[in-house]
């Protein structure tokens, strides 16, 4: 008898496992679908990053895009910004959520959608094509003295703005400062 108990337990842990990996995946494909791919900075690229923005304490930082909020979150505990992460995955927000223990805030919506007027520092790391759409409404919503930096991918339209180049493998960043 024990035997078929310890056999259906492990079934059991094995459907489970199953559902979580096809709900993962599902919903890591949907992200790409949408224009924003999970792709994990490493910690150590990440405070290179910050450190060339030279953040402010209280400044509000912004992250379209944020994945599993790992920049937000550093930006919060080593420079004591105020944190808000975006992303259209709805697992990557909670488990955002999840290892901010409260100090940012995550937020499930379209990076089109959102307001990022008040952001006195602009994060992203999304596709190129994603930007050139959201590109009309930085330029819109953005107000003077905001640092935009673009993780990546160079942003055409704020060519002028450009402040500084931090060149790296296999990403670039571009810091641009809006006047």
Not at 150 to 165: M, N, P, R, V
Request: some cysteine.
């Amino acid at each position: 008898m024990l035997p078929m108990i310890a056999y259906l337990s492990f079934l059991l842990f094995l459907l489970f496992l199953l559902a979580g990996m096809t709900i993962y995946t599902t919903f890591l494909i949907y992200s790409s679908i949408k224009g924003a791919p999970y792709v994990p900075t490493r910690q150590k690229k990440i405070l290179r990053i910050l450190e060339n923005a030279h953040l402010k304490k209280g400044g509000l930082f912004v992250e379209l895009g944020c994945g599993d909020g790992r920049v937000v979150r550093l930006a919060v505990k080593k420079y004591y910004v105020r944190g808000v992460g975006i992303d259209i995955n709805p697992l990557l927000v909670i488990w955002s959520r999840i290892l901010s223990r409260g100090r940012a805030t995550f937020i499930r919506q379209n990076v089109y959608n959102t307001d990022f007027s008040k952001a006195d520092y602009l994060y992203i790391f999304l596709m190129p094509k994603m930007v050139e759409k959201l590109l009309p409404k930085l330029k819109k919503s953005i107000r003077n003295g905001t640092l935009i930096i673009s993780h990546g991918f160079k942003i055409d339209g704020l060519k002028k703005y450009l402040a500084k180049t931090v060149r790296d493998l296999p990403f670039s960043t571009f810091y641009y400062r809006l006047k």
